[in-house]
């Protein structure tokens, strides 16, 4: 089945304490990004990836680091989290281009305490 | 970066035509228009795309005007199921040539029995 998977899907943490949020497809897609989702902000774009080892900003990189080493993972990482990251994040994966159809991953909610 | 304009709210009842209009002023020549539905808690869901004119599939139209510069999501015969928030998206060129894609801010449908 084709799908974007994203650990955990819950996570409560303290500020200032590491943390990485997994991403992997199965799709052999090229292109691959993560959103936050905040009340009355929809989505926003936090970094994306359009090949292994090419990552960009996105509109809301602050805080946040991304890695690429394979076409299948991109995992967020929050070396020092604070409590203005509590958020819905989403990865996705499509294609090649950010305007082919996104496969969005279920979601991971993040509280920074 | 421009951004994609999008009602933030719409009500419905069951039975009727809904159509959502998205303003994207600035979209590229090569951009293409995309659609997608979002339920509560669950990623975004691909609905439907188009680059001109019109597109149908079997849960929705699009219509988009000759200048490109808008887009209408036409859903026919809605159901309290469509009760979601609608997303209009664009990718946009990026200084350099790379591709963010802008998410508005959604249209929250709620359908009424």
């Known amino acids: 089945e084709a799908q974007v998977t994203q650990n955990p899907r819950y996570l409560i943490t303290v500020t200032g304490k590491k943390l990485t949020v997994t991403c992997s497809q199965n799709?052999?897609?090229?292109?691959m990004s993560w959103y936050r989702q905040d009340p009355g902000l929809g989505l926003r774009q936090i970094y994306y990836?359009?090949?292994?080892?090419?990552?960009d900003k996105g509109d809301v990189p602050e805080g946040y680091k991304v890695s690429r080493k394979e076409k299948r993972n991109f995992p967020l990482i929050l070396e020092s989290p604070s409590p203005n990251q509590t958020s819905l994040y989403f990865c996705?994966?499509?294609?090649?281009?950010?305007?082919?159809?996104?496969?969005f991953g279920p979601g991971t909610r993040l509280t920074v305490l | 970066l421009a951004k994609t304009t999008q009602p933030i709210s719409m009500d419905s009842y069951e039975g009727q035509e809904v159509n959502i209009t998205c303003s994207h002023n600035?979209?590229?020549?090569?951009?293409?228009i995309t659609w997608y539905q979002q339920f509560p808690s669950q990623g975004p869901r691909f609905i439907i795309q188009?680059?001109?004119t019109k597109v149908t599939n079997e849960v929705a139209s699009l219509f988009i005007p000759a200048d490109r510069k808008s887009s209408t999501l036409s859903l026919p015969r809605v159901s309290l199921s469509d009760t979601a928030v609608y997303y209009c998206?664009?990718?946009?060129?990026?200084?350099?040539?790379?591709?963010?894609?802008?998410f508005g801010r959604g249209t929250s449908l709620i359908v009424h029995p």
């Open positions: 996705a994966s499509s294609g090649t281009y950010s305007t082919d159809t996104q496969y």
């Open positions: 799709m052999n897609h090229e292109y």
């Open positions: 990836s359009m090949n292994v080892e090419v990552t």
């Open positions: 600035n979209i590229a020549t090569n951009d293409y």
């Open positions: 188009g680059y001109k």
């Open positions: 998206l664009v990718g946009l060129h990026a200084s350099g040539g790379s591709y963010i894609p802008t």
